[in-house]
């Protein structure tokens, strides 16, 4: 089993910045993939970012493709959303999600989860 916990949501103008953090726990996470999804408010829940714990290029939605990078400290297991400039648009519930080995797009592929953080971008 994987333990995923979000934190750093909140509220943001439009054009500001915040990270989100993913904590994980209660295996090793070596041979995993991590992602990140969101969900704005009546719509379906839809891919951000993934990136493999040992290594490789991490993929984006063409959506925020320049303006979010996803990192991870394997010593920590920690996983991180850095977002810049931010729109409206962006204002969802953002959550965390693991698999194992390969990477995916669709929220169906992964099967743990954490229970999400608000990021809420005003204009």
């Known amino acids: 089993q994987v333990q995923l916990v979000e934190s750093g949501g909140g509220l943001v ?4 910045s915040l990270r989100l953090s993913c ?3 209660g295996r090793t996470l070596s041979s ?8 704005p408010p009546g719509k379906e829940r839809e891919f951000v970012a993934a990136i ?4 490789g290029n991490p ?5 925020v493709k320049g303006r979010f990078t996803i990192s991870r400290d394997n ?11 931010l729109k409206p648009e962006d204002t ?16 169906t592929d992964y099967n743990y989860w954490g229970q999400g953080t ?5 204009s």
């Open 92 to 107: 969802a519930v953002y959550y965390c999600a693991a698999r194992w080995y390969y990477y995916s797009s669709k929220f």
């Open 52 to 55: 493999r714990w040992r290594g």
């Open 59 to 63: 993929y984006y939605a063409d959506s």
């Open 75 to 85: 010593a920590n297991n920690t996983v991180y959303l850095r977002m810049n400039t």
């Open 13 to 16: 103008q439009a054009g500001g």
């Open 32 to 39: 995993y993939v991590m992602a990140w999804f969101r969900q």
């Open 23 to 25: 904590a994980a726990s």
């Open 118 to 122: 608000q990021v809420t971008v005003s």
